[in-house]
């Protein structure tokens, strides 16, 4: 069932490229794969307590983000 006011502020649709096709035209950079591969490594050393800094993890967003709303432990 549609209502009238469905969807009224939206001017237009427009696709996003899925995972794959975006990688094949951005292809992943040496330096980008670099800080990923440094940056999981710290966050690896923080959550084993290897590093004593602190982790602060924003997002998601939403309240309805299966995330926020279940109650599970996240690992990396």
């Given at each position: 069932?549609?209502?009238k006011n469905d969807?009224?502020?939206i001017k237009q649709i427009k696709e996003l490229l899925s995972p794959v096709a975006?990688?094949?035209k951005f292809p992943v950079t040496?330096?980008?794969?670099?800080t990923v591969q440094t940056?999981?490594?710290s966050i690896h050393q923080i959550l084993t307590g290897k590093d004593d800094r602190l982790l602060v993890v924003i997002g998601p967003c939403s309240?309805?983000?299966e995330f926020r709303t279940n109650k599970k432990t996240l690992y990396f």
């Open positions: 069932m549609t209502y969807d009224i502020r975006l990688l094949e040496d330096k980008a794969a670099l940056a999981r490594e309240i309805h983000h």
